[in-house]
């Protein structure tokens, strides 16, 4: 049974999209059949994939608003093993559309059942807010996958965020786990990088992905080519990376679908 990994992070600006592109290119370069559900309305995944703005191409916004499957929308991409469901700018209004409706945070969840098992991989890049798009992504993942800036308050959001997955688990998706939190934007020439670092494993331990992402010209370049990494520049640091954090993934499938929420740090 394929598994559903929802990308996710209430801040912005953390590599949460860089990591959708290119951990879901790592993941069909390694074999992995793989579908990237772009759950944003900002729609970076959908460029950054290669997919021109078109306000006449239907999204997931149809997806989950329309009594209609999802399959139809999947578009593959320049990989035989890696698909897309596009973004949108009408996704915003998303939320308020389904406000009424009846459980409205498993609208997706119900959606992406036909589709598990036709894809080894499926990753959502969420907004960064936790808003009904989110809580529905949460809804329906299996695991979810927090990217983190080496900052100085990275602890601090990362344990907010995880009392949120630990109140979704109890209320919405019993299943949840975590896939593991990466770091991204790693300066290894900086202290503050290994004490965030430390600090995230001395509270979290295995939760935290042995995989960094670097700071890396090149991952910051891809996105305006609409090239994931192996396209651009398959020999950077980047790259790399991303291929090591694909193992980690799909060691962590071999394993069992991430660890158990079990605690935020105090």
Do not use: W
């Not at 790592?26 to 990237?36: E, H, I, P």
């Not at 331990?205 to 520049?233: C, M, W």
């Amino acid at each position: 049974m394929g598994r559903i990994i929802a990308i996710a992070n209430q801040k912005g600006g953390v590599g949460k999209t860089t990591t959708a592109i290119n951990l879901a290119a790592a993941l069909a370069k390694r074999g992995a059949r793989t579908l990237v559900i772009d759950f944003d309305p900002q729609a970076n995944t959908t460029t950054g994939m290669g997919l021109l703005r078109d306000p006449g191409r239907r999204s997931i916004y149809h997806g989950i608003i329309d009594d209609s499957p999802l399959e139809p929308l999947i578009i593959q991409t320049g990989s035989d093993a890696l698909f897309l469901i596009p973004s949108e700018k009408n996704l915003v209004g998303a939320p308020l559309e389904l406000a009424d409706q009846p459980d409205r945070e498993r609208v997706l969840a119900k959606k992406l059942e036909p589709l598990r098992d036709k894809f080894e991989f499926t990753l959502i890049d969420c907004p960064p807010a936790l808003d009904l798009l989110t809580l529905n992504a949460l809804a329906a993942a299996d695991s979810v996958l927090i990217p983190v800036q080496c900052e100085y308050f990275a602890l601090e959001g990362v344990s907010e965020l995880i009392d949120t997955l630990i109140r979704i688990r109890r209320s919405l998706n019993p299943r949840l786990a975590v896939e593991g939190i990466l770091l991204t934007m790693y300066d290894e020439r900086t202290n503050l990088s290994e004490q965030v670092r430390n600090d995230l494993k001395e509270f979290f331990g295995s939760q935290v992905f042995e995989t960094y992402i670097p700071r890396n010209v090149r991952l910051a370049e891809a996105p305006s080519h609409g090239k994931p990494i192996f396209s651009y520049d398959a020999s950077c640091r980047g790259a790399e990376s991303y291929l090591k954090l694909a193992s980690e993934v799909i060691s962590n499938d071999k394993k069992g679908s991430g660890t158990r929420i079990e605690r935020a740090a105090p």
